[in-house]
């Protein structure tokens, strides 16, 4: 779920969804809820959630448009 436009699960992966939250003024802030289950057996203690966010308008700072933040797993 998110607090502004929509997401999905992107065609052809799995593993990955994609959100359309339509123009945003700037500065906006958005909040997207991803639930998911890991199986008994991951020996991994976490995993690594990753966030891109793409514009056909100028990018003052597109070094900001990546975000990579791990999620331990209990």
Partial sequence: T????????????????????GNLPFPTYITVYVPFR??????VPFVANT???FTETPDRNPDNNNA????VLI
């Fill in 2 to 21: 998110t607090t502004q436009g929509r997401c999905s699960q992107a065609v052809g992966n799995g593993n990955s969804i994609t959100c359309d939250f």
């Fill in 38 to 43: 890991v199986p008994r057996d991951t020996l």
């Fill in 51 to 53: 966030a891109q966010v």
């Fill in 68 to 71: 990579t933040a791990p999620t």
